[in-house]
């Protein structure tokens, strides 16, 4: 196995760049499909001072890349796609079977969603 494989509390708090280097923000929280246990999404928290006036992003996880040497998260968007993405406030998280907004979203990153079917190989 090559895949890079870390724990929920060594991305939670790890800072995001866009490919230029730009800070975007920092991982908050990783939010897991518990029928198949696959990472869906990670929230992404930008703007604000001192966490305050935060704005909240569902990122799905396939829009991220890692990179290893600088141990970055990776976002391929500017701050300006960024700021105009659907976004959410601490208080009020996304509805998880709003199909809309999730279709959505992977459209507004670029990326595919990983098929549903849950995939489990048994030992």
């Known amino acids: 196995m090559n895949n890079l494989i870390l724990s929920s509390t060594s991305i939670t708090g790890t800072n995001v760049t866009n490919q230029k280097g730009e800070n975007l923000g920092e991982i908050k929280d990783l ?45 391929n968007v500017s701050k300006d796609r960024l700021e ?6 601490k208080d009020n998280w996304p ?6 907004y999730w279709n959505n979203l992977y459209t507004h ?3 595919e969603r ?10």
């Open 95 to 100: 509805k998880t079977n709003d199909h809309t």
């Open 31 to 75: 939010m897991i499909d518990t029928e198949s246990g696959r990472v869906n999404y990670a929230v992404l928290s930008f703007g604000g001072f001192l966490g305050l006036g935060d704005k909240y992003f569902a990122i799905p996880f396939e829009a991220f890349s890692v990179n290893t040497t600088t141990e970055k998260f990776v976002l």
């Open 84 to 89: 105009n993405a659907p976004g959410f406030d």
């Open 114 to 123: 990983r098929s549903t079917q849950t995939q489990r190989q048994s030992a």
């Open 109 to 111: 990153y670029g990326v």
